[in-house]
């Protein structure tokens, strides 16, 4: 049984049902309100989460909700893989604590270089109990033996020459402009009915629908007029929710926002 957020990372979801794992989705992170029995609590291996604007929600946990998880893990015995690959990529409101801060005995940190470094450099992290990353190096090295050397030399000497630092504060401002935009943008053309979150950091909003709108039988018909976006239903370890759609803010060029976000309203009401 591996415990996840509701919605979560499609990649992780798609990892997870590759080994056959039976993903329970939580609704919250107290035992009366997480939307999952006791004995299924019990069967748990470990819960997966992205505490800092999620993929694909953008949504960051509170302190209050990363200390309710935690009690949950320790009353139940399971572990929590805690990705945050977006972390160092704020734009306004104040850092929340880690759940490795908080519970260091019971909890995988997973970070990435592509959000800070390069889109395409994929080399990352992981901080945890030492007993557990050891169980992961061999995992690791039946995979691919090791990350490319190379690749490590690189990250070394972007971080120890101060390059990391100056690239984040380039990136956070430019991210944030382009955040901005977007959401003044939905709320210039968007319908009465579709809502969206507000999210703190990272790369991506998600859109709410009425629930009448099924976002993949949209698809086509967005992608013929001219914009693309993943359906949120992809998300849901369910598939439920097909009334919502994630959008990614970093990737597109701000001369053609306008038009994109103009033409996806136009799709949605017609």
């Not at 798609?14 to 009366?32: H, T």
């Not at 999620?54 to 200390?67: A, C, D, F, K």
């Not at 992290?125 to 690749?151: F, H, M, N, R, T």
């Not at 359906?231 to 598939?239: E, H, T, V």
């Amino acid at each position: 049984v591996i415990l996840t957020s509701s919605p979560t990372y499609l990649g992780a979801i798609q990892s997870f049902k590759s080994y056959r794992a039976d993903i329970q989705p939580m609704s919250g992170w107290k035992e009366d309100t997480c939307g999952v029995s006791h004995e299924t609590l019990k069967k748990a291996k470990f819960c997966y989460v992205i505490p800092d604007f999620q993929n694909p929600s953008g949504e960051t946990m509170t302190i209050t909700e990363r200390q309710a998880l935690v009690d949950l893990s320790r009353k139940y015995g399971f572990v929590i893989v805690e990705d945050s690959p977006y972390r160092e990529l704020r734009y306004s409101g104040t850092p929340v604590e880690t759940i490795y801060s908080l519970a260091p005995e019971r909890t995988i940190h997973l970070g990435s270089f592509s959000k800070i470094f390069a889109p395409g450099f994929r080399l990352g992290w992981a901080i945890g109990p030492e007993e557990l990353l050891d169980s992961i190096y061999v995992c690791k090295q039946s995979l691919d033996l090791c990350p490319p050397v190379l690749d490590q030399y690189l990250a070394a000497e972007f971080m120890s020459s101060g390059a990391l630092d100056r690239n984040l504060k380039k990136s956070i401002a430019y991210y944030k402009e382009k955040r901005d935009y977007m959401i003044a943008l939905l709320e210039k053309y968007m319908p009465e009915g579709v809502s969206w979150t507000h999210p703190e950091g990272g790369l991506f909003l998600f859109l709410t629908l009425p629930d009448s709108i099924d976002t993949v039988s949209l698809y086509d018909k967005a992608l013929s007029a001219g914009v693309a976006y993943v359906a949120g239903s992809f998300f849901y370890p369910d598939g439920s929710h097909r009334n919502t759609m994630r959008l990614n803010f970093s990737f597109l060029d701000k001369n053609k926002m306008e038009n994109g976000i103009k033409i996806l309203s136009e799709v949605i009401t017609h």
